[in-house]
T-cell receptor, first 114, second 116 residues
Framework: GDSVTQMEGPVTLSEEAFLTINCTYTATGYPSLFWYVQYPGEGLQLLLKATKADDKGSNKGFEATYRKETTSFHLEKGSVQVSDSAVYFCALSVEETSGSRLTFGEGTQLTVNP | GAVVSQHPSWVICKSGTSVKIECRSLDFQATTMFWYRQFPKQSLMLMATSNEGSKATYEQGVEKDKFLINHASLTLSTLTVTSAHPEDSSFYIC????????????FGPGTRLTVL
């Protein structure tokens, strides 16, 4: 079945540090890939997505590239801010086999200190 | 665009009572809505998928008679937790897909349920 594996957290960084959160996947068919962010006490917000190989999703300084050869979708940001502290979820959906149903990773807690 | 709201944002109830949570797509028509449950420091667990005008599809292990889902219109789905017990206390989150972008789910802000 489909699965998503994320880098284990928690991750603690200083402000302006470089961020990488690893995400790899297994899927039948051709998945769309997503990063969602959850701030404390809130629901999930779509951060970025990519729908085919070599696509790069980007938003708010975050980037992730759909790498089919390594089945990866790592999240990166060049300079994190305290306001980026949240839980980040990698996810996939394969519309032809499961519709819009999402398969989530376990989430990675990021804390950015001033 | 693509805003999903939930009401209430939090609720406290006594054991044995029923609680209804609403999920609305505010600026789009939601072909499909999803209900999730999230335990502290864990990922989301899909409970059920509902399409407008049809019965919800429940995930294995989720009691359909306990978690009643109604998707009466293209902008509203409700989750009713019947005869709630303390073990039902959790964070419930809904999401919806737009017919124009079926692969992307837009999430509501969540509802914190506490059963005393």
């Amino acid at each position: 079945g489909d699965s998503v594996t994320q880098m284990e957290g928690p991750v603690t960084l200083s402000e302006e540090a470089f961020l990488t959160i690893n995400c790899t996947y297994t899927a039948t068919g051709y998945p769309s890939l997503f990063w969602y962010v959850q701030y404390p006490g809130e629901g999930l917000q779509l951060l970025l997505k990519a729908t085919k190989a070599d696509d790069k999703g980007s938003n708010k300084g975050f980037e992730a590239t759909y790498r089919k050869e390594t089945t990866s979708f790592h999240l990166e940001k060049g300079s994190v801010q305290v306001s980026d502290s949240a839980v980040y979820f990698c996810a996939l959906s394969v519309e032809e086999t499961s519709g819009s149903r999402l398969t989530f990773g376990e989430g990675t807690q990021l804390t950015v200190n001033p | 665009g693509a805003v999903v709201s939930q009401h209430p944002s939090w609720v406290i109830c006594k054991s044995g009572t029923s609680v209804k949570i609403e999920c609305r797509s505010l600026d789009f028509q939601a072909t499909t809505m999803f209900w999730y449950r999230q335990f502290p420091k864990q990922s989301l667990m899909l409970m059920a998928t509902s399409n407008e005008g049809s019965k919800a599809t429940y995930e294995q292990g989720v009691e359909k008679d306990k978690f009643l889902i109604n998707h009466a219109s293209l902008t509203l789905s409700t989750l009713t937790v019947t005869s709630a017990h303390p073990e039902d206390s959790s964070f419930y989150i809904c999401s919806a897909t737009d017919r124009e972008a079926k692969d992307t789910q837009y999430f509501g802000p969540g509802t914190r349920l506490t059963v005393l």
